[in-house]
Nanobody, 120 residues
Framework: QEQLVESGGGLVQSGGSLRLSCAAS????????LGWFRQAPGKAREGIIC????????YYEDSVKGRFTISRDNGQNMVYLQMNGLNPEDTGVYYC?????????????WGQGTQVTVSS
């Protein structure tokens, strides 16, 4: 059974940084891409960024380019999202997801999410 567990969310002031972590288990981690998705209050869930099984990054959201960085540790079955220069528009629940192909942005399974709140 695939399992993804996010952590690292919280409250941060505008301009601050957070690092989200996602611990994976129950599937062949190095076969999959891992993506981060965000659901802002009152909005649909949207893709932000993805890292392929080969380590290549795919951005789904232009506004995070230059601010957010995704990385993975295949030895520890972990994926990380480093978020710098946060602004209130980045507020939302952040979900980690298993993606067979980052360029198709079609998650196969999800974590439970972690809340990120950016105050102005």
């Amino acid at each position: 059974q695939e399992q993804l567990v996010e952590s690292g969310g919280g409250l941060v002031q505008s301009g601050g940084s957070l690092r989200l972590s996602c611990a994976a288990s129950g599937f062949k981690f190095d076969y999959y891409g891992l993506g981060w998705f965000r659901q802002a209050p009152g909005k649909a869930r949207e893709g932000i960024i993805c890292i392929g099984h080969d380590g290549a990054t795919v951005y789904y959201e232009d506004s995070v380019k230059g601010r957010f960085t995704i990385s993975r540790d295949n030895g520890q079955n972990m994926v990380y999202l480093q978020m710098n220069g946060l602004n209130p528009e980045d507020t939302g629940v952040y979900y980690c997801a298993g993606v067979w192909n980052c360029r198709e942005a079609d998650p196969e399974f999800w974590g439970q999410g972690t809340q990120v709140t950016v105050s102005s």
